[in-house]
């Protein structure tokens, strides 16, 4: 049960799964997208590192990961879709490069996973 305001509220276990997910998925692009990385210095590969610490949960090298689990890759190469419940790959998300019909050189724009991010 979930109190807010007084009013208890129930709580199925997947949705809870689902919140500590959107958190973490929250936490990485808030707090962990300040960091930069570098080759000197790994920033980011500690701040996913101490998130996956921090959560506890297991992890499994997939393009599509339950909310129970993290991905064993690098956070950010993930986006947590809340429609399915589960982690998705940025690369899922790149549709295949059409070129414009005008064939303007400034008018090109193909997709990949870090301009979809």
């Given at each position: 049960?979930?109190?807010v305001l007084g009013v208890s509220i129930p709580i199925c276990l997947q949705c809870l799964q689902?919140?500590?997910?959107?958190?973490?998925?929250?936490?990485?692009?808030?707090?962990?997208?300040?960091?930069?990385?570098?080759?000197?210095?790994k920033d980011r590969d500690r701040f996913d590192a101490f998130l996956k610490q921090l959560a506890a949960l297991g992890?499994?090298?997939?393009?599509?990961?339950?909310?129970?689990?993290?991905?064993s890759r690098s956070l950010y190469d993930y986006c947590f879709d809340?429609?399915?419940?589960?982690?998705?790959?940025?690369?899922?998300?790149?549709?295949?490069?059409v070129p414009p019909p005008s064939g303007q050189f400034s008018k090109?724009?193909?997709?990949?996973?870090d301009t979809i991010r």
């Open positions: 049960m979930l109190a689902v919140m500590d997910a959107l958190f973490i998925f929250c936490c990485v692009w808030s707090i962990g997208a300040l960091l930069v990385q570098r080759p000197e210095a992890t499994i090298d997939s393009n599509r990961v339950s909310a129970s689990q993290l991905p809340v429609a399915d419940g589960c982690w998705r790959s940025w690369s899922g998300y790149v549709t295949s490069y090109i724009l193909v997709c990949t996973a």
